[in-house]
């Protein structure tokens, strides 16, 4: 099914983040506008000049883009996400080009299941900026700028 770009944010939103509470929702979604500002590396490619949605598509970024993980379904995915009127708030608050300055100029985030962020993100492309909830947030290293 086919979702415009403000239905597919909210379900990213609530899927990636919607155990976070508001601020752990607008950490991700900044993460994602962040990634579609940027004007070097393999997201300014991506991006395209700022398409949000070409960021939330790219392959192999969201484990909630895909229906398949190893073979096996994947549940928690965006087609299977019901979005609140706070994921539809955020992603519009995120669509008007806020960012949340608890995550800077963060381009990647992930979910460590520890009590620890690892310092710095798979490959040295990012390195740790700040911990919101249970996710970790990265801000880019020069070594980024090569992807």
């Known amino acids: ?25 607008r950490a991700v979604a900044s993460v994602l506008i962040n990634r579609a500002n940027s004007t070097t590396g393999e997201f300014g ?14 392959t192999c970024q969201f484990v909630c883009m895909k229906e398949f993980v190893s073979g096996e379904y994947n549940p928690q995915n965006v087609y299977n996400m019901n979005p609140e009127d706070i994921h539809y708030e955020i992603a519009d608050w995120a669509l008007s080009g806020n960012t949340d300055s608890s995550v800077g100029n963060s381009i990647f985030f992930f979910n460590p299941y520890s009590q620890n962020c690892p310092r710095f993100f798979p ?25």
Do not use: K, W
């Open 123 to 147: 490959s040295n492309v990012g390195v740790i900026y700040n911990r919101v909830g249970e996710h970790c947030f990265y801000a880019p290293t020069n070594a980024y700028e090569n992807t």
């Open 1 to 25: 099914m086919a979702y415009d770009t403000r239905e597919l944010f909210a379900r990213l939103i609530q899927c990636e983040a919607g155990g976070e509470g508001e601020t752990g929702m």
């Open 45 to 58: 490619r991506v991006s395209n000049g700022g398409d949000v949605r070409a960021i939330i598509t790219q």
